[in-house]
């Protein structure tokens, strides 16, 4: 598949079909595309919490995301993306590099997340990234150390319908050229 049909059939998906299951060699996979992404002085501080199992995706769809999340994941497996608290965009001495601190972990995860998601649509399986959750449930369900943040959750499954692709804006939407 092209790189750009790639990036245009990615969709955010709000209905999985739950006979097909995800297993652990494709999470790796998705995972292996992922930490292809560049990161703050190569940190590489992202981190994925895999919910293969069927009874554990129940236990974290009803302690740990809002009903709207929960159902709309339904049938998928989940996964807990977090990144290393206080790393990339920091010197070694702990103090923040420049005024985004922080915002440098979310910026890594953000762009590892991109290639995960990319990965699974080149799999043939879909994602909804859902940032609407519990992160201290979730924390405590799969043991998520303290010295990360916890950002979002990714449902990844087969699509039970195929939405179709919104408006987006043109680049002289958004595009300055100096």
């Not at 995972?31 to 919490?49: E, L």
Request: proline share 3%; hydrophobic share 40%.
């Amino acid at each position: 598949m092209e790189f750009m049909e790639l990036i245009e059939k990615r969709r955010s998906i709000r209905a999985f079909d739950a006979s097909r299951k995800v297993t652990k060699e494709e999470m790796e996979k998705l995972v292996y595309a992922a930490i292809q992404a560049p990161s703050w002085k190569n940190s590489q501080t992202a981190r994925y919490y895999a919910v293969l199992s069927d009874g554990m995706i129940e236990k974290v769809s009803a302690e740990c995301l809002p009903a709207f999340n929960a159902a709309s994941a339904k049938g998928a497996a989940l996964v807990v993306t977090t990144f290393v608290s206080n790393r990339s965009g920091f010197e070694r001495d702990g103090n923040a590099t420049n005024e985004c601190g922080n915002g440098w972990g979310y910026y890594d995860l953000g762009l590892h997340n991109e290639n995960f998601v990319l990965r699974a649509t080149e799999l043939g399986l879909d994602t909804l990234i859902m940032g609407i959750r519990d992160a201290g449930k979730l924390r405590e369900l799969l043991s998520i150390p303290e010295t990360e943040t916890v950002v979002a959750v990714i449902a990844v499954g087969k699509a039970a319908q195929s939405p179709e692709k919104p408006k987006r804006k043109e680049p002289g939407d958004i595009l300055k050229v100096f």
